[in-house]
């Protein structure tokens, strides 16, 4: 029997790992993390967030270049981190893009009283999509709302549809502080998994739907998007699942070292590299997808040593 988190004791997640594992990753360097590349896994490292973001940026810009009438393409997107969105709208305005045949998912949102959150709540993910970027862009140049695919309690099954009609070039995210992308978070310890995780091939059968937070997950948005108030979070969100992953052509993860810290952003990457897949650590899951890109701001990879201040 694996034994329990030291942090959540009726959840699944990466503080239930060997220690010998956990140790490995702890002790890479910003190089060793960038020799993690292999084939199917590729690394990229930028020096300054000015790079960073618009690199971020152009990932939508080329999407939805490439996508026509006929062959329609489109980007899942996330809301953690948001600072790429108003370059994207900056960018197309400005060299006047044509856009229109392009395709948007949003990853998730926030789900209360078995509805997700209206446009007007304050943490709203698909308020923060339009005003951030969509309604930035000119509306002669922009998609027209039905090619913007936010996930609702209700229209689920036909989110999940469109990722068989368009093509998802690539589903863009963060790394949450409990190794999700997305909010596919390590399950609750119950049955029938009391004993150990399920197995990475049970996780991977999960597809877009309406889910429980893990305590860290509702900790991070609190800390990045809600002042600290941890009461003010929803404890449950609809997300986009490892089923619609899969038919992503490319995962690309972006980390500039504001979502998780110095440990999280090798650990993950150490598993890929590696191929070790562990549910408790759902990030993990990539080491079998075919094409994972993460994407590091060098500086924000910091160091793992213990420093007291």
């Known amino acids: 029997m694996r034994r329990r988190s030291i942090v959540a004791p009726d959840w699944w997640d ?110 709203s993910f698909a308020r923060a999509d339009l005003e951030l970027c969509f309604d930035r862009i000119s509306p002669d140049l922009r998609m027209p709302d039905s090619h913007l695919h936010f996930p609702t309690v209700e229209s689920i099954e036909a989110y999940c549809d469109l990722f068989d009609t368009v093509r998802c070039r690539i589903m863009q995210g963060g790394q949450g502080e409990v190794k999700h992308w997305a909010f596919n978070d390590p399950l609750r310890r119950e049955y029938p998994y009391e004993d150990d995780p399920p197995p990475p091939s049970v996780y991977r059968e999960l597809g877009t739907r309406v889910t429980d937070l893990h305590p860290m997950t509702l900790i991070q948005n609190a800390r990045t998007s809600g002042g600290g108030v941890v009461s003010a979070v929803p404890i449950r969100a609809i997300t986009v699942g490892p089923v619609e992953t899969w038919k992503a052509e490319c995962v690309s993860i972006w980390q500039a070292g504001m979502h998780d810290n110095p440990f999280g952003m090798r650990l993950t990457a150490f598993m890929i590299s590696k191929g070790i897949a562990d549910s408790a650590a759902p990030m993990s899951l990539l080491a079998d997808h075919p094409m994972v890109r993460f994407n590091y701001y060098r500086p924000g990879l910091g160091s793992c040593d213990a420093e007291m201040h």
């Open 14 to 123: 990466y503080t239930t790992l060997d220690d010998e594992l956990t140790r490995d990753a702890a002790r890479l360097t910003v190089r060793d993390v960038q020799e993690l590349a292999r084939p199917g896994f590729e690394i990229r490292m930028f020096d300054t967030l000015e790079e960073f973001y618009l690199a971020e940026a152009l990932e939508y810009v080329d999407v939805w270049r490439s996508s026509t009438a006929d062959a329609p393409a489109g980007i899942c997107g996330p809301i953690g981190p948001t600072e790429q969105l108003p370059l994207v709208a900056r960018i197309i305005n400005d060299l006047e893009l044509d856009v229109r045949d392009g395709h948007f998912w949003a990853m998730d949102e926030w789900v209360e009283n078995d509805r997700e959150v209206p446009r007007t709540h304050p943490l």
